[in-house]
């Protein structure tokens, strides 16, 4: 069980390597598209366009078309920034997601890997696959949403003390996810940010 949350960590590692590569090659190739920022400076006849589309692909790189070396710099600084960010929270979402898989298989009985939400969350909130169909007979009679008491389908917590520590490890992990999340929104946030900016460089460049 170590072995395929070690494998299941390296996955996510090697995943956000490889978006920070693809990040830093794109910002490479757009920086040598628009030319040198000294050269750009001098010149007064770029696109407002052209740059707010440069910046939307990749911010900091419509401000070098236009001429704005300074900002250009901050927006590519903050691009950076913001990718190794979410990078490490999804690298941290993924390790923290093997953590609580693996205590619930060795506490629980039970192989969380690619179930639903749904059940994962009930797993979190009964002692057992049998106190959880008790429940819903219960509260829902002959209507009762029962599940399967199979050897795939059921759990049996060893102590009440290890469902709550399963549902600490599994908040960290749903914590990391949501922060990863907000990173995306600062990408998004920067891109535009970056069009107006820049289209205000060029078109200033144009007076």
């Given at each position: 069980m170590r072995s395929r949350a070690?494998?299941?960590?390296?996955?996510?590692?090697?995943?956000?390597?490889?978006?920070?590569?693809?990040?830093?090659?794109?910002?490479?190739?757009?920086?040598?598209a628009v030319?040198?920022?000294?050269?750009l400076a001098q010149n007064t006849g770029r696109s407002p366009g052209k740059a707010s589309?440069?910046?939307?692909?990749?911010?900091?790189?419509?401000?070098?078309?236009?001429?704005?070396?300074?900002?250009?710099?901050?927006?590519?600084?903050?691009?950076?920034?913001?990718?190794?960010?979410?990078?490490v929270f999804k690298s941290l979402e993924g390790s923290r997601t093997d953590t609580y898989r693996a205590f619930a298989a060795s506490h629980a009985g039970v192989q969380l890997i690619g179930r639903p939400d749904r059940f994962i969350e009930e797993v979190g909130l009964h002692n057992s696959i049998y106190a959880r169909n008790t429940r819903e007979r219960f509260v829902s009679g002959e209507f009762a949403d029962l599940r399967d008491e199979t050897s795939n389908e059921a759990w049996e917590w060893d102590s009440d003390a290890s469902r709550h520590k399963f549902l600490t490890l599994r908040s960290k992990a749903t914590s990391a996810e949501q922060k990863a999340f907000m990173f995306v929104g600062a990408l998004v946030f920067n891109r535009f940010a970056s069009a107006l900016n820049a289209a205000s460089i060029a078109r200033r460049a144009q007076v």
């Amino acid at each position: 069980m170590r072995s395929r949350a070690i494998t299941g960590v390296s996955r996510t590692r090697g995943a956000a390597y490889r978006a920070a590569a693809r990040t830093l090659l794109c910002l490479l190739a757009c920086v040598f598209a628009v030319g040198p920022p000294s050269a750009l400076a001098q010149n007064t006849g770029r696109s407002p366009g052209k740059a707010s589309l440069l910046s939307l692909l990749l911010p900091g790189t419509g401000e070098l078309y236009a001429g704005g070396s300074r900002s250009g710099r901050f927006f590519l600084f903050t691009e950076g920034m913001f990718w190794t960010g979410m990078a490490v929270f999804k690298s941290l979402e993924g390790s923290r997601t093997d953590t609580y898989r693996a205590f619930a298989a060795s506490h629980a009985g039970v192989q969380l890997i690619g179930r639903p939400d749904r059940f994962i969350e009930e797993v979190g909130l009964h002692n057992s696959i049998y106190a959880r169909n008790t429940r819903e007979r219960f509260v829902s009679g002959e209507f009762a949403d029962l599940r399967d008491e199979t050897s795939n389908e059921a759990w049996e917590w060893d102590s009440d003390a290890s469902r709550h520590k399963f549902l600490t490890l599994r908040s960290k992990a749903t914590s990391a996810e949501q922060k990863a999340f907000m990173f995306v929104g600062a990408l998004v946030f920067n891109r535009f940010a970056s069009a107006l900016n820049a289209a205000s460089i060029a078109r200033r460049a144009q007076v």
